[in-house]
């Protein structure tokens, strides 16, 4: 089963910076698209980014300009790379592949990860 692995969470400052890693494992056939999202205490759930198969990205309005994904297609890793970090992007950030583990799967499924705590506060 594919299975996703997210680390990198932690503790920083107001306007510092943290990376977010997504490490995917198992047996893939086709990588549709994959994002992070993020639930802060007592919110729903919501997308912060995605990037495709190929290099499409698309961000979350609040954080466009601050944070920006990207894979390393090789090492079946994909990253967050946070920047001027705000006390509203504290939140549990989860990990999501959206795919198909194989040609006899019609439709992609969804692939989540068990989240990583990030805390931005001063």
């Known amino acids: 089963q594919v299975q996703l692995a997210e680390s990198g969470g932690g503790l920083v400052q107001p306007g510092g910076s943290l990376r977010l890693s997504c490490a995917v494992s198992?047996?893939?056939?086709?990588?549709?698209?994959m994002g992070w999202y993020r639930q802060a205490p007592g919110k729903q759930r919501e997308l912060v980014a995605t990037?495709?198969?190929?290099?499409?990205?698309n961000y979350a309005d609040s954080v466009k300009g601050r944070f920006t994904i990207s894979r390393d297609n090789a090492k079946n890793l994909v990253y967050l790379q946070m920047n001027s970090l705000e006390p509203e992007d504290t939140a549990v950030y989860y990990c999501?592949?959206?795919?198909?583990?194989?040609?006899?799967?019609?439709?992609?499924?969804?692939?989540w990860g068990q989240g990583t705590q990030v805390i931005v506060s001063s």
């Open positions: 198992g047996s893939i056939f086709a990588i549709n698209v």
């Open positions: 999501k592949l959206r795919g198909r583990r194989t040609r006899l799967e019609a439709l992609p499924r969804d692939y």
């Open positions: 990037i495709t198969s190929g290099v499409g990205t």
